[in-house]
């Protein structure tokens, strides 16, 4: 009962992603497409067609089933509906079982979904616009630190040295890289997301999670060159779905796997 109950709030969930994704870029000063005229804000104006503007119907709206039956097109004038809303629906969905296959009891998993989809929302965010927002790393480190002040997560006081550790660890690569190539290789979204890592995880988590997540830029880095399309070294490269990535795998693992992943924090 209570995997299906969090399937269906991360799939609704993962819906109401969709809408921070396409929607805070410009609430938030980071997208250079102009704020529309009128009330506009995370709950208005309502759903709607970005082609034909026709306000979308609440059978429009039911995540993934409304994607299939409109057969990923508006019902009205044939546009097509990008694949990330359904992604972004199912991945909240799967977010939702691993939250209560991982992580114990209802406060735990709630945290874990919670967390899982502040990441998801980062990670497109970053992807469509080179972007970490503030207001979604921000909420992401102190949703970890009041898991770990509750007993959900690793000690208070690993919580607060990983997060500094993290934010302090990018910071010192981007200023050495900056210093060395003369240009910004990390920006502070990345620092303050790895914060929120370490705030989840504690300190001695974050080489896993950097691993992992230069394992994932790696591996998506092999696979444009398989298709004839090799990243060389002034190309641009936004790190901050790989780093949200590394951070669910790691946190999933330790999660499922408690001590056996991240060794246990011996001090605090």
């Known amino acids: 009962m209570m995997l299906a109950v969090f399937a269906i709030l991360g799939l609704i969930l993962g819906s109401f992603c969709n809408v921070v994704i396409s929607r ?25 067609c970005p082609s034909c503007k026709r306000t979308l119907a609440p059978a429009e709206l039911v995540p993934l089933l409304s994607y299939a039956v409109l057969r990923g097109r508006c ?33 735990g998993a709630a945290f874990l979904l ?3 989809l502040l ?15 503030d207001a979604l790393t ?30 302090a660890a990018f910071r010192g690569i981007a200023g ?21 890592g370490g705030a989840a995880l504690g300190p001695l988590a974050l080489p896993f999670v950097v691993l992992a997540s ?17 990243v060389e070294g002034g190309t641009a490269l936004r790190f901050g779905p790989y780093l949200a990535g590394g951070i669910a795998l790691v946190l999933l693992a330790e999660a499922a796997l408690p001590g056996r992943v991240v060794p246990p924090w011996p001090l605090l």
């Open 24 to 48: 805070g870029p410009v609430l938030w000063g980071l997208s250079e497409e102009p704020r529309p005229q009128g009330p506009f804000d995370l709950s208005r104006p309502r759903s709607h």
């Open 75 to 107: 019902r009205q004038c044939g546009a097509r509906i990008a694949g990330r809303y359904p992604l972004i629906e199912l991945l909240g969905g799967l977010a939702g079982i691993a939250a209560v296959l991982c992580a114990p009891g209802v406060a």
């Open 114 to 116: 919670g967390f899982l």
């Open 119 to 133: 990441l998801l929302a980062a990670a497109a965010i970053d992807a469509e616009t080179g972007y970490l927002p």
């Open 138 to 167: 921000g909420p992401a480190l102190w949703l970890a630190l009041l898991a770990a002040a509750a007993g959900l997560s690793v000690p208070p006081g690993a919580a607060i040295i990983g997060a500094a550790a993290g934010y």
């Open 176 to 196: 050495g890289y900056a210093a060395l190539r003369g240009r910004e290789g990390l920006g502070r979204g990345d620092a303050k997301l790895l914060a929120a």
């Open 214 to 230: 230069a394992a994932c830029a790696l591996a998506v880095i092999a696979a444009a060159a398989a298709r004839g399309r090799p």
